[in-house]
């Protein structure tokens, strides 16, 4: 096996079962490019001189090709006008606020389908680089008013590094940042762990940062987590496998969202969600639910200014820890 995977052998089986298509694949993707060329044709026909008078949804999925626009409670599957693509300093993202045409067409699922003519004004953005060195610029959600940044205690173990850089990315892109500490049922089977997230929780709520502490296992902090999402856009960031999908199942079961197991082997989560998406809240607000990352760089953060993000290193009130990770992120960048 391993002389035909050097040979090619496998890699060409590979080639020939994707392939084979069945008359039914076959169809359905000869009706995706009909309706891909009926959205664009409308596109190239309407002009955006009315684009004021057109309806604004908001963007609650994107796609590689479409996104899905939530208007008055109806989703409309909607492709971008070429020339927006074109001028956009960034790529349309979920939590975007979209002025859309009607086309007159429907999907196979009954979904209306429309063009975006305009992106509005973002009022916040979360944003990541490709890398530490930032120089590709990710954008993950927009106009949320704050980022809940879920770690978890154990299983996967905290990463705080990567927690100080979701931090700085709030703040940078005008979201207010909440630290939540998950699955803090398992504190007994480690004290050092849960004795190091205290501190660190600690420290922060000294800087005027929000904290909790929940565990779905033992319904703790979930009426407080509850009260913090409602009435609010969130975006849910966090490490794969730390809860971020299960706590907001349970505070709201019927969403669909999926939950994946952590892995035995690596004791690393396995990624469940594979794009961003916007959920509403039946109390009230709306989550962005984000695929976990295992890696943070920062989009516009430069020496110049990563101070503003460490007032307590400027001050020289920083535990030692907090100087250690100044620096690393300094140099990092």
């Known amino acids: 096996m391993t002389q035909r995977y050097l040979a ?10 994707n392939l084979k298509f069945s008359n039914r694949s076959k169809t359905a993707q000869q009706d995706k490019i009909r309706r891909t060329a009926l959205l664009r044709a409308a596109a190239a026909a309407a002009g ?14 994107v796609y ?15 492709t971008t006008r070429k020339t927006l693509t074109k001028v956009s300093r960034s790529a349309i993202v979920v939590g975007d606020r979209v002025r859309f045409r009607e086309s007159g067409s429907k999907d196979e699922l009954g979904r209306p389908e429309a063009v975006i003519e305009q992106v509005l004004p973002r009022d916040t953005i979360l944003t990541r680089a490709d890398s530490f060195t ?5 954008p993950i ?17 905290v990463k705080w590094g990567l927690v100080y850089r979701m931090l700085i990315a709030a703040q940078s892109g005008k979201l207010k940042p909440v630290i939540c500490l998950n699955k803090i049922d398992l504190a007994e089977s480690d004290p050092d762990a849960a004795a190091e997230a205290q501190q660190v ?40 496998g730390v809860g971020k999908s299960s706590l907001i199942s349970a505070l709201q079961p019927q969403l669909d969202i999926r939950i994946g197991e ?3 082997y690596t004791a690393k989560g396995r990624h469940t969600t594979t794009s961003a998406r916007r959920y509403p809240l039946d109390f009230g607000g709306a989550v962005i639910d984000t695929p976990g990352v295992k890696m943070f760089g920062l989009w516009g ?17 920083a535990p030692a820890w907090r100087v250690e990770s100044f620096e690393r992120i300094r140099q990092s960048l």
Do not use: K
């Open 8 to 17: 090619g052998d496998l890699d060409d089986d590979a080639a020939n079962r």
């Open 262 to 264: 952590v892995s035995d």
């Open 201 to 240: 929780l600690s420290h922060y709520a000294t800087l005027g940062a929000v904290t909790l502490q929940t565990s779905v296992e033992r319904n703790a902090g979930l009426d407080e987590l509850r009260q913090l999402l409602q009435g609010r856009s969130t975006v849910l960031a966090g490490h794969s």
């Open 134 to 138: 930032g120089r590709l610029q990710h």
């Open 64 to 78: 590689s090709l479409f996104c899905e626009v939530l208007h008055e409670g109806v989703s409309w599957l909607c």
């Open 141 to 157: 959600g927009a106009n949320a008013q704050q980022m809940l940044i879920v770690v978890s205690l154990l299983h996967p173990a």
């Open 48 to 61: 955006p001189a009315d684009a004021e008078a057109l309806p604004i949804g908001e963007v609650t999925q």
């Open 301 to 317: 953060v430069t020496h110049d200014n990563l101070g503003e993000f460490f007032p307590d290193v400027a001050a020289g009130a």
